[in-house]
T-cell receptor, first 115, second 112 residues
């Protein structure tokens, strides 16, 4: 079974702190994604990566950056956390995709609270 | 901007009945369509995918796609209390690695 592991289930940080959210997948998937999920807003794509050291902005990249130094690991970085970044963060991965093969496997999520 | 619309619900269905979940999308070039189920406090899991017009059946689940109307639906037959969850419609517009656009989800409640 595909396993996508997020390092923390719950995280509490203070405004202005630098925050790292880590995600590791064990299926040699090319593509990795970071989403945030908020009540009433659904899942929104922050950043994605289709290869090591490659990154692309999603729909809401402001205030975030990412790092992918190794194929299996994709990190989301909040340079200076703000209260409006309180959210559930979901990491996902998928194998190399074609137009008819795009299946995301999600991690269990990190609930981040910024105080 | 790509949009995927779903009725947020809650949609309440008696046990044993058919639950019908609907989704519309804005990008006419969309090529692949997915239904994810998300239990409260859990992450989404893929339950159905559909790529061409018509129906696709998998056990109690049937996905229906109508590209001309930009409409995709999910039918759940013989609904069970364990089907109570939020169902997310997701759309990919062009293949490749740019991720999926998700609807906000429909909260389904199966009443015993």
């Amino acid at each position: 079974d595909v396993k996508v592991t997020q390092s923390s289930r719950y995280l509490v940080k203070r405004t202005g702190e630098k925050v790292f959210l880590e995600c590791v997948q064990d299926m040699d998937h090319e593509n990795m994604f970071w989403y945030r999920q908020d009540p009433g807003l659904g899942l929104r794509l922050i950043y994605f990566s289709y290869d090591v050291k490659m990154k692309e902005k999603g729909d809401i990249p402001e205030g975030y950056s990412v790092s992918r130094e190794k194929k299996e690991r994709f990190s989301l970085i909040l340079e200076s956390a703000s209260t409006n970044q309180t959210s559930m963060y979901l990491c996902a991965s998928s194998p190399q995709m074609t137009a008819t093969n795009e299946k995301l496997f999600f991690g269990s999520g990190t609930q981040l609270s910024v105080l | 901007q790509k949009e995927v619309e779903q009725n947020s619900g809650p949609l309440s269905v008696p046990e044993g009945a058919i639950a019908s979940l609907n989704c519309t999308y804005s990008d006419r070039g969309s090529q692949s369509f997915f239904w994810y189920r998300q239990y409260s406090g859990k992450s989404p899991e893929l339950i159905m995918s559909i790529y061409s017009n018509g129906d696709k059946e998998d056990g109690r689940f049937t996905a229906q796609l109508n590209k001309a109307s930009q409409y995709v639906s999910l039918l759940i037959r013989d609904s069970q209390p364990s089907d109570s969850a939020t169902y997310l419609c997701a759309v990919n517009s062009g293949g490749g690695a740019d991720g999926l656009t998700f609807g906000k989800g429909t909260h389904l409640i199966i009443q015993p």
